[in-house]
């Protein structure tokens, strides 16, 4: 016995040191900048601009006959008027009326075009009493300028322009192109918008090296078991998919119901789905996410990270403990909508509801379909695709001069950071471009806790002026870097 003992201390032991070893084999992967990029001084009043771009209501309703063309109208003459040399320089082409395409000519046409993109619609305010400052106001409050768009997505937006005039005024022609296309309509799938600007570049045989649109941001204290500031690079996105379930039977009256109706076999369709969730597991962008953060991380972490195929189970539970790590194991499940009945005294003949799944990569909608109907099993719920789905792309490459430029200006623009690639959990404009580039990946330079991501689509958004700045530079940076 007592040997048995002594062996199986022995094998843990082993094991553990074994696990030791491989973790201290696994190093950084982080890229230092090749070159020291010396920013120039910001162009003043760039606060005051983002603060008037916010006040300018350019907002994204389903219902288009709601949209204020006149607001987009007078966005575009904003950026006319306090962007002269973008203006001047690059090549401005109008794409359905308000979709924005800036091209710079490059001098050598050997490189392919460097693109970024932002959108300029928001969201609606479905409350504006909640707002500490009225949502299109800009505020200003010396620290945080307040309002819709300053996150999603006009910080963005003015930022990139911000930079690219920066730029002009302190360089020649670049060696590389450099392209900026702006939606109008992101916030209700972009249809109009960048789907009809990516039309436009493939038809004129323009395929960009790289591209680099909004989706994940810097975060702090949002990854769990690391410190750091961590810039998460979205190299892949989740799919789409809304299904409409529909019940019909006989309605009647109230007060002579039977066992069962539309309303009630619905909803408990409705319950299955959420009661059996899809399968978690680790699709790629979660797995190079983790190559990448182990090495950064303490010693306890950094070994259950470096060692995955040991401690699985362990680090899958704690990401299933959060909604964003629950969202990155599995695909989604989201009734949105529900509908039914007439009158609180007559049973509905129909009933219907809408629920929306985020695919993860490597998933089908197809698999989606028959897993739902497997979940739900009752032959009287009908089940139908609703609007447009997407299915996930296939994730970009964790090499070439767009991920790695991107990489370059995270751990050179913010002292102590580190960049890692992710997957997107939400939609943005980049899925449209997949026709003219392989290469697309989604970061904002938003400095942003756990507590602020609530002010996505959410009440009092608002953006730091120290953090604004940051943006502009890092967005120089890498125009300066990609194109010289």
């Not at 010396?38 to 350019?58: M, N």
């Not at 939606?183 to 960048?194: L, R, S, T, Y």
């Not at 695909?331 to 049973?347: L, W, Y």
Request: proline letters at 6%; charged letters at 20%; a negative charge.
């Amino acid at each position: 016995m007592k040997k048995v003992l002594i062996f199986v201390v022995a094998v843990i032991i082993g094991l553990f040191i074994s696990l030791i070893i491989v973790s201290e084999t696994k190093h950084s992967r982080q890229i230092e900048p090749i070159e020291k990029v010396v920013i120039p001084d910001i162009l003043s009043g760039f606060e005051d601009r983002l603060s008037a771009a916010v006040q300018i209501r350019t907002i994204s309703y389903e219902d288009v006959q709601l949209n204020d063309t006149v607001a987009f109208i007078a966005f575009h003459q904003f950026l006319h008027n306090h962007f002269p040399l973008v203006h001047e320089r690059m090549h401005l082409i109008k794409i359905n009326r308000f979709g924005l395409l800036y091209v710079l000519e490059g001098s050598n046409p050997d490189l392919r075009p460097a693109m970024f993109l932002a959108h300029q619609d928001v969201v609606p305010i479905p409350d504006s009493s909640v707002w500490k400052h009225p949502p299109f106001s800009g505020h200003n409050d010396g620290a945080f300028i307040w309002g819709r768009g300053t996150i999603d997505d006009k910080g963005s937006l003015l930022s990139i322009l911000e930079a690219a005039e920066l730029f002009l005024q302190n360089n020649g022609q670049p060696q590389r192109s450099l392209i900026l296309a702006f939606g109008f309509d992101e916030e209700i799938n972009g249809e109009f918008g960048a789907k009809a600007i990516s039309g436009y570049l493939e038809e004129e045989g323009i395929r960009p090296e790289f591209i680099l649109d909004e989706g994940l941001v810097l975060t702090h204290g949002v990854v769990p078991m690391i410190e750091k500031q961590v810039g998460l690079i979205g190299i892949a996105e989740k799919g789409y998919l809304t299904l409409r379930l529909v019940t019909e039977m006989d309605g009647g009256h109230s007060s002579m119901p039977d066992e069962e109706n539309s309303l009630s076999v619905l909803a408990a369709a409705i319950t299955k789905l959420n009661e059996n969730s899809f399968d978690a597991h680790w699709c790629e962008p979660v797995m190079l996410f983790m190559d990448y953060l182990g090495p950064e991380m303490d010693f306890f972490p950094r070994l259950a990270f470096n060692n995955r195929w040991f401690f699985s189970p362990i680090i899958k539970q704690v990401y299933l403990s959060f909604a964003e790590g629950r969202a990155s194991l599995r695909t989604t499940t989201a009734p949105t909508i529900f509908r039914s009945g007439v009158k609180d005294n007559v049973i509905p003949q129909t009933s219907e509801a809408l629920v929306n799944f985020r695919i993860l990569p490597g998933e089908t909608i197809e698999n989606v379909v028959v897993q739902v109907k497997k979940i739900i099993n009752d032959d009287r719920v009908a089940i139908f695709i609703y609007g447009q789905p997407f299915a996930p792309p296939a994730p970009s490459p964790i090499s070439g001069i767009g991920f790695e430029t991107i990489m370059q200006s995270i751990t050179a623009q913010y002292e102590n950071a580190i960049a890692v690639p992710y997957l997107t959990l939400g939609g943005s404009d980049a899925k449209h471009y997949y026709n003219i580039c392989d290469n697309i990946y989604r970061f904002a330079p938003y400095e942003m806790t756990g507590e602020d991501m609530s002010m996505i689509h959410g009440a009092n958004e608002k953006i730091s002026i120290a953090n604004y700045r940051r943006m502009i530079e890092f967005y120089y940076r890498m125009i300066y870097m990609v194109c010289n």
